[in-house]
């Protein structure tokens, strides 16, 4: 029976064997459907991260290309980068980051340079209005330096008495013309002594009549025994005026200077007047080049220059002369208002009558200035007639009677 029973043994043995060599089988094969299972679910998930991968690219290079664009700015890149970043915490790939790092730069370099044109743009803002407040304090201190200037210069002591002796020269060139009278003439005087000297105290009530003149020379001017006079500062008295005074007389009741004393006046106090001007020209010239330095506009300082009043007065002087000249021309060569043609003259004659005019030999020396040579006789002739005739006076042939 033992014998029986062994195969049976054996035979269980060798099925348990196969049971279990089958169940290994089985367990080896559902361990390889496992790998084979998760080898395809890696290869999914590659594949899956692959694609994310690929739209994450193109994603990034859209955003590259929005951030070219000066209105992307930090609210539409946090917009468009959502994505990304979703992804990267889906597939836990920080790397995914790094590729907006470009995107990054560009708009940390843009926001750099903003900066950098805010702070320029301050900066210039700044130096406009320090610009506009130094121009502003410039002008402000040029229209203090101008005010103070021309302060200055009106009351500079020439200044102040050319305006006096230019008062008083106008009131004696004015009292000079028109009818003659005592009250004109005695004007004239007490306008002629301001000219003399501006600075002492002259009133024209002390020059109402020649009593009045009289009385005010014998307190305030100093005769000496040689007939030469000073005022009570100093200053000459021309002895022709010393002359009028003393023969001043009260009781007269017309005029009380001749028409050549009154000349005389005239004459004298326009060579006051000249005078003064060139001593103003001189202050004038100091006060423009001070207005120029501080770069002032000059005539705003020196309202009437000197040197235009001077040469208004020589000009007029010029041609009160040549008027003169002509007269005394007229009257050497015999004109008269019955006779409208003056007697032939010579050119010996012309010569001469060139040497005994200085203001005939003054326009001799101009022509012969323009000529640039000397004028012969017969041109010394031919000139005179020309100024003669250019006056009205008509004068014969070139042969004298």
Request: cysteine-free.
């Amino acid at each position: 029976m033992a014998n029986g029973v062994d195969p049976i043994l054996q035979g269980l043995r060798l099925s348990q064997a196969g049971f279990s060599d089958l169940g290994e089988g089985l367990q080896a094969r559902g361990a390889a459907q496992e790998r084979q299972a998760e080898l395809e679910r890696r290869r999914e998930a590659e594949r899956i991260k692959a694609e994310r991968l690929r739209g994450v690219s193109s994603q990034v290079e859209g955003i590259v290309s929005q951030a070219q664009s000066p209105e992307f700015g930090r609210e539409q890149f946090a917009e468009a980068s959502r994505p990304i970043t979703e992804a990267a915490i889906e597939l836990q790939d920080p790397s995914l980051l790094r590729t907006l790092d470009p995107v990054e730069s560009i708009l940390r370099s843009r926001e750099a340079e903003r900066l950098a044109t805010i702070q320029t743009e301050s900066e210039q803002a700044r130096a406009k209005r320090k610009g506009e407040e130094d121009k502003a304090k410039t002008k402000r201190q040029k229209v203090k330096d101008q005010i103070d200037l021309a302060k200055d210069f009106d009351t500079h002591a020439t200044t102040k008495r050319t305006g006096i002796v230019s008062e008083s020269f106008n009131r004696i060139d004015t009292l000079a013309s028109g009818e003659p009278s005592a009250a004109k003439d005695m004007s004239m005087i007490f306008n002629f002594m301001k000219m003399l000297d501006p600075p002492s105290v002259v009133r024209e009530s002390e020059f109402k009549n020649a009593e009045q003149a009289r009385s005010f020379f014998s307190r305030k001017v100093n005769v000496a025994d040689d007939g030469t006079a000073t005022t009570e500062n100093g200053v000459p008295v021309p002895s022709f005026l010393v002359r009028v005074i003393q023969r001043l007389d009260p009781e007269q009741q017309g005029a009380s200077l001749t028409p050549d004393q009154r000349q005389d006046f005239q004459n004298t106090a326009e060579s006051l007047y000249e005078a003064q001007l060139k001593s103003q020209a001189a202050v004038d010239a100091k006060f423009k080049a001070n207005a120029e330095d501080l770069e002032v506009d000059p005539s705003r300082v020196v309202s009437t220059p000197a040197v235009q009043t001077l040469s208004e007065l020589q000009e007029r002087r010029k041609s009160r002369e040549k008027s003169q000249t002509l007269e005394r021309a007229k009257e050497t060569t015999g004109t008269t208002a019955e006779q409208p043609k003056v007697r032939v003259i010579s050119p010996e004659q012309a010569s001469a009558l060139l040497q005994s005019n200085p203001q005939l030999l003054e326009l001799k020396a101009q022509k012969e200035a323009e000529l640039g040579r000397p004028l012969t006789p017969e041109e010394q002739s031919s000139e005179l007639r020309r100024i003669l005739e250019s006056n009205g006076v008509t004068i014969g042939g070139p042969s004298a009677e």
